[in-house]
């Protein structure tokens, strides 16, 4: 995930370096602080997020900023630990941003894209595979980030721990099964034109499987790529030892919500949450 960014709004609020560079958050208060000064310069809300029929943003969100406070909260990959301390202030961080007006409320996902586009927002937290598209849209005439310009950076660091941010990826899988020669050489030969060819999945925004291609001139010639490589670095998944982890950022994206909206206390949630994951893990 990254922060997407208009520059004309940044702009116009004042939050840019001399060198161009968006001034970016680097805590809690300073993020809240950005966030209503956009609000009261340009009318318009600091985030773009899809909160509506969503699950995915709030966890990875939440695994983020855990992360940056050193929470091992997966120490035990069969027993999660998130009715904690470090968990409660990121809750109340978003929710904070939500009661105040700083981010849209009743987007899906396709309702957010279109939002940033028409230039409703400061900063769209969506994925490295939308960056060619909102890149070629800055260079389009008449459009809302063509105005001033558009930036992509890894999350800020808000916390004092570890420079990290969560990242998951995608992946091609064979089945176990007894197969010919010749239908392992047709799979073999499928998956070597993926891997020969990693450069142009990364095209889109994504980053490359192979370090080689990060390092390539080819790469680094290619549009904010400067500034997104460093997630290579600082991604960190899950531990690959916990099982069923879309079962389980279904559960965390539940209740964060339940509790960012308001509709479940804070504590509340935190332990719902605990508990729901773990009786999930205890039962497979």
């Known amino acids: 995930m990254l922060y997407h960014i208009n520059m004309d709004l940044f702009k116009q609020v004042g939050l840019v370096n001399a060198d161009g560079t968006p001034i970016l ?19 318009k809300p600091y985030f773009v997020q899809n909160l509506a029929n969503e699950t995915a943003l709030y966890t990875r969100n939440l695994y983020t900023y855990l992360f940056q406070q050193d929470s091992d909260f997966f120490a035990d990959p069969k027993h999660v630990k998130l009715n904690t301390p470090e968990a409660k202030k990121i809750i109340e961080m978003y929710k904070a941003i939500f009661d105040k007006g700083y981010t ?7 309702g957010s894209i279109n939002a940033f586009l028409a230039g409703e927002g400061g900063v769209h937290l969506n994925g490295t595979w939308v960056v060619g598209d909102y890149n070629a849209q800055s260079e389009s005439k008449g459009t809302a980030l063509n105005k001033g310009g558009y930036a992509v950076y890894p999350y800020p660091q808000l916390f004092g721990g570890a420079h990290a941010q969560y990242a998951d990826g ?3 899988a064979v089945s176990q099964k007894d197969r010919t020669p010749e239908q392992m050489a047709a799979i073999g030969k499928f998956l070597k034109f993926f891997a020969d060819n990693n450069f142009e999945w990364s095209r889109t925004g994504h980053l490359p499987a ?9 790469f ?24 069923r982890q879309f079962a389980i950022q279904d559960i965390v994206g539940e209740e964060m919500s339940a509790a960012i909206s308001g509709q479940k206390d804070v504590d509340a949630a935190l332990a719902d949450m605990e508990s729901r994951i773990n009786e999930l893990l205890a039962n497979i």
């Open 210 to 218: 192979y370090k080689a291609v990060i390092a390539s001139d080819a």
């Open 25 to 43: 958050p680097k805590s809690p208060e300073e993020l809240l602080a950005q966030a209503e000064q956009f609000k009261q310069k340009t009318g």
């Open 104 to 110: 849209t409320k009743d987007l899906d996902y396709g």
């Open 170 to 172: 995608h992946t091609w």
């Open 220 to 243: 680094k010639a290619l549009p904010h790529r400067n500034a997104i490589a460093a997630v290579a670095d600082l991604g960190k998944p899950l531990p690959s030892a916990v099982q």
